[in-house]
C-alpha cells in the first residue's frame, strides 16, 4: 500500500503561482512513477504532468513551459511548481503513484481567477 498526502492548492490570480505538494508513506520503494492529474467540473480527469523513478518526466501539452514536476527522494515527495496560472487551469488536482496498480491521493482545489 502506498498512502498519498497532498498540500498546497488555494486560490489565486491568473498569472500567479502555486507550489503542490505530495508526500508518500508506505510501499515508497515500489514506486514506478508520481505525477498529477486533474478534473474540472463536467471534465474528464486528465494527466498535468508525471515523473518516474528515473526522472523522466512529461506535461500535458497545455502546461508545458508554465509547470515543472520535480521530486525529492529524501522526503519522498514530489512537487508540482504551477507558473503562469490561467483561470482555465481551475480544477481539483489529484497526486498519484503508480505502484502495481495506481494509489491516488485525497485532492486538493486550485482556483485561478481572472
Known amino acids: 500500500q502506498v498512502q498519498l498526502v497532498e498540500s498546497g492548492g488555494g486560490l489565486v490570480q491568473a498569472g500567479g503561482s502555486l507550489r503542490l505538494s505530495c508526500a508518500a508513506s508506505?510501499?515508497?520503494?515500489?514506486?514506478?512513477?508520481m505525477g498529477w492529474y486533474r478534473q474540472a467540473p463536467g471534465n474528464q480527469r486528465e494527466l498535468v504532468a508525471g515523473?518516474?523513478?528515473?526522472?523522466?518526466?512529461n506535461y500535458a501539452d497545455s502546461v508545458k513551459g508554465r509547470f515543472t514536476i520535480s521530486r525529492d527522494n529524501a522526503k519522498n515527495t514530489v512537487y508540482l511548481q504551477m507558473n503562469s496560472l490561467k483561470p482555465e487551469d481551475t480544477a481539483v488536482y489529484y497526486c498519484?503513484?503508480?505502484?502495481?496498480?495506481?494509489?491516488w491521493g485525497q485532492g486538493t482545489q486550485v482556483t485561478v481567477s481572472s
Open positions: 498519484y503513484a503508480l505502484v502495481y496498480r495506481v494509489f
Open positions: 515523473i518516474t523513478s528515473g526522472d523522466i518526466t
Open positions: 508506505g510501499r515508497i520503494s515500489s514506486i514506478a512513477a
